[in-house]
């Protein structure tokens, strides 16, 4: 399991709430920071956005734009999939890190946490990508471990990649070997099988006779 607590920064300081919005102007051109954090005597109040700090008047200080603040930040043994949802809601590339006791601690950045999971067997080892989709009240995690194991495939990991009101797309990576089957399987079950394969001999089969076909109208 990734610890994500290897990934604290501290290369930078956190922004202090009496300084000048000048400074904290300067401080965003020269990095390429969407929000900092920001502390007060040491704690952690919230986060301010590059693009608000633009905005805002540079012979003031910071604390006159506390409102404009997000507060948003991880725990140091957080998730990594929490890290990436984080990121992404407040589409930022840096996330505060406070401890237990609320402590500032440092900051998360998005290409480290990323860099984290390219590290994982999912993304790291070989294998087999396959999609499937199904209704959403029909679709079963445990069904589709099964159907992989069933075929003397080991999954390398699963990932919820689409949902809508009615459907969901599930995202397998499975060790080499034993696709087509695992595919045929998964159409036995009632799944649509989204992504595309070579070795679908489903897909292969449809298109042989669709090209026999052809020949036959053009007689």
């Known amino acids: 399991m990734i610890a ?3 990934y604290i920064n501290n290369d930078y ?3 202090d709430n ?5 400074s904290v102007q300067d401080f965003f051109y020269d990095n390429l920071f969407t929000h900092f954090p920001v502390t007060d005597n040491g704690v952690f109040i919230g986060c301010v956005a590059s693009e608000d700090a633009e905005t805002f008047d540079s012979d003031k200080k910071l604390s006159d734009y506390r409102y404009a603040m997000e507060v948003f930040f991880a725990r140091p043994d957080s ?3 929490d890290l990436l949802q984080i990121f992404a809601r407040h589409r930022s590339n840096v996330i505060p890190v406070l401890d237990k006791k609320n402590v500032y601690a440092g ?3 998005v290409q480290d946490i990323i860099k984290a999971f390219n590290d994982t067997p999912f993304l790291k080892e070989e294998g ?3 999609v499937v989709e199904k209704s959403l009240s029909d679709y079963s995690m445990g069904q589709i ?5 069933s075929n003397n ?3 390398l990991g699963l990932l919820v990649s689409d949902a809508s009101n009615d459907k969901v797309q599930v995202t397998i990576k499975t060790a080499l070997g034993g696709l087509n089957e695992i595919i045929q399987t998964f159409r036995r079950y009632n799944y649509r099988v989204v992504s595309e394969h070579q070795e679908d001999s489903y897909i292969t089969d449809l298109k042989d006779r669709s090209d026999y076909l052809d020949k036959y109208l053009n007689i």
Do not use: P, R, T
Not at 18 to 22: D, F, I, K, M, R
């Open 128 to 130: 087999g990508i396959i």
């Open 153 to 155: 495939a080991k999954i």
């Open 79 to 81: 998730m990594w999939l």
């Open 145 to 149: 471990v099964q159907i992989v194991e």
């Open 4 to 6: 994500v607590s290897d």
């Open 13 to 15: 300081k956190a922004l």
């Open 107 to 109: 900051y998360f950045e």
């Open 18 to 22: 009496e300084a000048a919005v000048e």
